[in-house]
């Protein structure tokens, strides 16, 4: 069955960076793409980019261009997401998901907290 | 970039019909599918219509989902609402180079 297990919680000090796996399992690696999506507390759902997980093609939301590289190992499995310069304002669950192209329905993973404070 | 707005909440008595609305700012609804998910507290959320107006599987045909090229808006309509029903919904769309979430709306059953 698919699977998406994402890394732990994190906590990280203003202006660091912090970078979450999210390894899969259970389907075709290269046949779709992975989309990262976010969600502060109490807040709704942000999409954050996506990664083709046949080329490592990348689109980012214009929110995070310059702070966000997302990138993905074939022979693992697994898609990256580090996101650099954290602000508190970035405190927020990460959640990783399978999703062919965009406008495709998603496999989600378990999500991850990053907390950032001093 | 658009935007995709829903109203912050809304709430129906079990059994009654319910819709949710999602208004996209620029460009077509009718240009690119729309999503919609829902979100319990404390879950992730899961998708209750896809290409617009298909279920996936497990989802109850009491959800239906609807786009109108008039007002460049797409609706979630839930009916026979159950108390189950009450938590989150977001509405999602795309264009060549993003995707984009509405803001939720919160679903109360009273």
């Known amino acids: 069955q698919v699977q998406l297990v994402q890394s732990g919680t994190e906590i990280k000090r203003p202006g660091a960076s912090v970078k979450v796996s999210c390894q899969t399992s259970?389907?075709?690696?290269?046949?779709?793409?992975v989309t990262w999506v976010r969600q502060a507390p109490g807040q709704g759902l942000e999409w954050m980019g996506w990664i083709s997980g046949y080329n490592g093609n990348t689109y980012y939301a214009q929110n995070f261009h310059g702070r966000i590289t997302m990138t993905r190992d074939t022979s693992t499995r697994t898609a990256y997401m580090e996101l650099r310069n954290l602000r508190s304002d970035d405190t927020a669950v990460y959640y990783c998901?399978?999703?062919?192209?965009?406008?495709?329905?998603?496999?989600w993973g378990q999500g991850t907290l990053v907390t950032v404070s001093s | 970039n658009f935007m995709l707005t829903q109203p912050h909440s809304v709430s129906e008595s079990p059994g009654k019909t319910v819709s949710i609305s999602c208004t996209r700012s620029?460009?077509?609804?009718?240009?690119?599918?729309v999503l919609w998910y829902q979100q319990r507290p404390g879950s992730v959320p899961t998708t209750v219509i896809y290409?617009?107006?298909?279920?996936p599987s497990g989802v109850p045909d009491r959800f239906s989902g609807s786009i109108d090229t008039s007002s460049n808006s797409a609706s979630l309509t839930i009916s026979g609402l159950q108390t189950e029903d009450e938590a989150h919904y977001y509405c999602k769309s795309y264009d060549s180079r993003s995707q984009v979430f509405g803001g939720g709306t919160k679903l109360t059953v009273l």
């Open positions: 259970g389907y075709t690696f290269t046949s779709h793409g």
């Open positions: 620029s460009g077509s609804i009718a240009s690119n599918y």
């Open positions: 290409e617009n107006n298909q279920r």
């Open positions: 998901a399978r999703q062919l192209n965009f406008g495709d329905p998603e496999y």
